[in-house]
């Protein structure tokens, strides 16, 4: 190599080097410092786009599990608040049962028709005032009349369980789970009942009446409600006994809807460990994608400051050499 004055290629090899090692410990600096392998799209094109992308789902994961925990205390809450139905209901028909028995005078009935009609009111007060984030959970009538206020359309609700817009990210909770638990719901188009209900001095299409549901209680005590008053029934098959059959009725109507609650609280709850699933693979994913390997990347530090300190002592001895054209002048 030719000894110049106006061209050091040894400073200029040198400086290259030296630029390239202080850049390798910059990236290395930042790599421990940020945790990631991957922190400008320059690092990797491809990789930072699917990081991108599994970030954004990671989120939205997030969201889907808190969505369908949602919808699991929906169904619990409704779930439970037929529970407190049930327990009125049965009370209701163990003192219909009571009065069936033939050995209770007027008085004691009228007893007996006072407490069911306390219970029956409460069931009517519950199923009205059942509601989760101000939808009603037991209002849906299904013949479409007053489902206004209801919160409910005649599809339901869908709860967002997954990613996507498709059928598989949504658990559809069938609007018959939220029909109609009032005395009217319940007891809606019972053969036979309406006679009984008329004998007593009743209506069986408007149970939601005070004075009808008074009517009902003594249609279970054995009475008949007149304006007020209750006096004895005469006719023997309209007695107490042919009322438990539609209180047990009543019940399995319950049963049956809570049934159907359990079988997608099952799905809903299952869709939960899904997403803790995918949530967690998703993010072991990511992590192999763009998180930093500290032991790797402190190897590169060192690497790169040695190769730094020697650049920048090679440079200095470098920028000495056109120096030594003076010793032959």
């Given at each position: ?87 009125h209901l049965q009370r ?120 009808n549901i008074e009517a ?114």
């Amino acid at each position: 190599m030719a000894l110049t004055i106006n061209t050091n290629i040894s400073s200029l090899i040198a400086q290259r080097n030296l630029n390239s090692a202080t850049n390798s410990l910059n990236t290395a600096i930042e790599r421990m410092t940020t945790g990631y392998k991957i922190n400008h799209a320059s690092d990797d094109a491809a990789g930072y786009s699917i990081a991108n992308l599994w970030e954004t789902q990671l989120g939205s994961l997030d969201v889907a599990a808190d969505n369908a925990a949602t919808g699991s205390d929906l169904l619990t809450t409704a779930e439970e608040t037929y529970s407190l139905l049930t327990s009125h209901l049965q009370r209701v028909r163990d003192l219909t049962e009571q009065a069936a028995n033939g050995t209770y005078g007027s008085a004691s009935l009228k007893a007996i028709q006072s407490e069911i009609s306390a219970r029956l009111q409460e069931v009517n007060r519950i199923s009205a005032n059942a509601e989760f984030n101000g939808i009603k959970l037991m209002a849906y009538n299904m013949d479409g009349q007053g489902n206004e206020s209801v919160g409910i359309t005649a599809a339901g609700i869908n709860l967002q369980v997954g990613l996507y817009a498709d059928e598989n990210s949504i658990i559809n909770l069938n609007v018959e789970l939220f029909s109609n638990a009032s005395l009217s719901g319940l007891f809606k188009d019972m053969t036979g009942l309406d006679a009984l209900m008329t004998s007593a001095g009743g209506d069986v299409s408007a149970l939601g009446d005070a004075e009808n549901i008074e009517a009902f209680a003594a249609a279970c005590a054995g009475l008949v409600y007149d304006a007020g008053d209750f006096t004895l029934q005469t006719d023997p098959d309209s007695g107490a006994k042919e009322m438990l059959a539609y209180l047990d009725d009543a019940i399995d109507v319950i049963s049956d809807r809570v049934t159907k609650i359990g079988a997608v609280q099952n799905r809903v709850e299952s869709s939960i460990t899904a997403l803790d699933v995918q949530s967690q693979n998703l993010t072991s994913s990511l992590s192999t994608l763009k998180d930093a390997d500290v032991a790797e990347e402190s190897s590169n530090y060192i690497q790169a400051q040695i190769l730094q300190q020697a650049s920048a002592t090679l440079l200095a001895t470098a920028n000495q050499l056109p120096s030594i054209a003076l010793n032959l002048i």
